[in-house]
Structure formats: structure tokens, C-alpha cells
């Protein structure tokens, strides 16, 4: 994947370009890091909270369209 | 005894040849003979003196002796030099001309009370163009401010020190900058603090990879400055909405939505971004709505509110891939008025 920047100066109308530097690619690194991270988390969150609705579906006894009408 | 012809040149004598005693004391009262002549009185009792014509030019005036007698007068006037002014002191006086540039000016100090004066300058005129006006820049110094351009409005400038040119907003939203979006990141840069407000639009946009979210990035600032909440709705089977993406001190202000790897105008990336007091240095608020469609023709809508607290006015905002490139789709800013 390029890893390319592009800008556009508001003021002159020039747009360029260009490839990033080593800090701006750095930082996109980071970023995509800190992404995955926090997707990763909520993906966890989700499947625990998936698996306590489950739960608690069958303590209830009711199927989850059952308690969709019953949210609604 | 005189006849009736004879000019009579003394008629009392002849009266008193005649025989009858007369007074002769009107024979001096006429001695013209002259055309011009005039007559005055003698020291003689009853006889008056003949004065003849003068020459031409001459006036009447007393003699040494007493008497009238017609004398050529010479020139009175005091003026000697071209641009020489009459004027008066306990006399006829004359004040020569002053140099290039002078101005009469009265002067109690001098003996005709006139003087030639180079003339007080109230203000120096600092205009040198056409539509120039002139303003106080200080005190009572003037100062020139250019002619504008067509169609700018005369205003305070920012310091309230000073008038100056400004163009008018046209009220509403004003375009400041659009673009394609490519690459893993797209920028708009060079954005004026002139607006009140900013909206961020990105319309139809998709990824090289699919399902990701995407995020906005202000003057680059990759410190821990944004915070943000998302009610994430997307409608599937089990059709949810909820609060998630509790974002704090965040490095980029996320917009949680899932994009499309290829164009297909219903289902790509629509955003819009307020950020209010955008070139204020206060934090600033920001408020957003998205729509799209991800990999699974699920239909998502976020509604995002957060803050952004950068110690500078933004003057740039980047639309990140956020771990992908832009494969298409329009990148705008609008300022608001």
C-alpha cells in the first residue's frame, strides 16, 4: 500500500501529492495501532456482553426477538 | 465819453472824466485776459491778481509767497520694484515683495504691520493614489489608507486600532477548500480564521480496505486532545443503537462508521463535522452525523459529539484513513458565517 499524502493549500489552490515522511508515517503507525487496540477491546466487550445476553436469554427463557418487542 | 462800441476797460474813470465822480475801486476785480486765466485776491484791497493757465499736468497749489500758483507735482508714490504693495506706516510706505511661496501675514512687530510669511502647514497629506483616505494613526498623525478592492467594505481591524478593507462574507457557508480524497490521509490546509465556525463534509466515500472507521485531525495535532461520544445505530438482525467510542484524550476526533471498499453512491461514507469556534483557543465543540453501509449492506448511522482542545486555532483539517487509503469520495470545508 503507498502510503501518500495528499493536500490541498486552501489559500492557492495547489494541490500536491507526496509520500510521507518518517515521522508521518510514524505516526500513522501509531494510529493504526491505536486502532486495532480499541477495536480489539470493543470486540472483546462485545462477545462478553454477547455471551451474558445469552445467558441471560435462557434464564429468561425468552428468544432474543422476544426480547426485542419487549426493549421496543 | 465811451461809445457804443468801445470796450469799456475802466469805466469809472471814464464816468469821472465824463464829469461824474464815481468809485473806481471795481477796475482790479477783472484782470483776465486770458483763456484759463484765474483771478485771486491781492493784499490789495478790492483789486484781485490774474493768474494765468498753468502748463498741462500742473495743479493749483499755495506758493512759498502765499498765493496760489500752479505747480508740477512729483510722484508721491513709495513703490519702486515690481511687486511692491502700497501700505501705510505714519506714511506712505512701500513692503516689497515677499519670496515664491509667501503669504501676506499681518505682524503688529512690523512698522507697516504686514509681512511676507511662509504660510503654517495644518497636515501634511499623506494621500498619494486615487480612492486613498486618510485616518489618525496616531493621535493627530495621518496616515494613508489605501484604495480596497472592488467590492470590500470599510471595517475595524481586529486590533480596533486602525480602519481597513475587508471583503464582505456572503452570509451563510462559503466553500473554503474541496478536494478528492486519496492516499492514507487528505488534507485540507491554509484554512482563514476569518469564519465564525467550520463544516467538514465527506460525501461518498470509500476505502481500499473496507469497515473502517474513519477520523479527523485538526492543524495536525497528534496530541491527546480529542474527546468524543458516538450513538452508534445499525440496523441488522437485531437492529441496535447504542452509546459507544467513549473517546478521551484521544489523538483524532473518530467518526465510528464502516466504509466501503468500492463506489457505490447509496451505501459510501457520508460525514459532516461542526466544529464550532473553530479559530477560538478555547476547547471547541464539535458535533457530527454519518451514514453508511458496510461489507454486510448494514446500514449505520452515528451521531458523535465531542470537543476539541488544541492550544491553536485550526487551520487545517486532515480526513485519516484511519489504518487504510482513501480510494474516493469528496473532502470539503466550509466556513460559516
Known sequence: MEMLIKELDAATGLEIEREMSAEELQQWETDKKQLQDKLLAEQNEAETKATEKAALLAKLGISQSEAKLLLS | MPTASDLVTDLPADFEVFGQAVDTRLKALNPQTTLGDITYASATANTNTRLGIGTAGQVLAVSGGGVPAWTTTADVTPLTTKGDLFTFTTADARIGVGANGTVLTADSAEATGLKWATPTVGMTNPMTTT?????????????????????QVLTVNSGATAPEWTTVSSGGMTLIGTTSLSGASTTISSIPSTYKHLMILVERAYTSSSDYPIAFRFSGDTGSNYNNKTLYGQTDANSYAYFRNDSVNATSMEIRTRTLSSVDAGKNLNVVLTVYNYASTSPRF???????????????????????????????????GNGTNWSGGTFSVYGVS
Open chain 2, 131 to 151: 480612492g486613498d483616505t486618510i485616518y489618525s494613526s496616531s493621535g493627530s498623525t495621518p496616515a494613508r489608507l489605501g484604495i480596497g478592492t472592488a467590492g
Open chain 2, 286 to 320: 464539535l458535533q457530527g452525523s454519518a451514514y453508511s453501509m458496510n461489507s454486510g449492506s448494514e446500514v449505520i448511522t452515528t451521531q458523535t459529539t465531542g470537543t476539541y482542545k488544541g492550544s491553536s486555532a485550526i487551520s487545517s483539517v486532515t480526513a485519516l
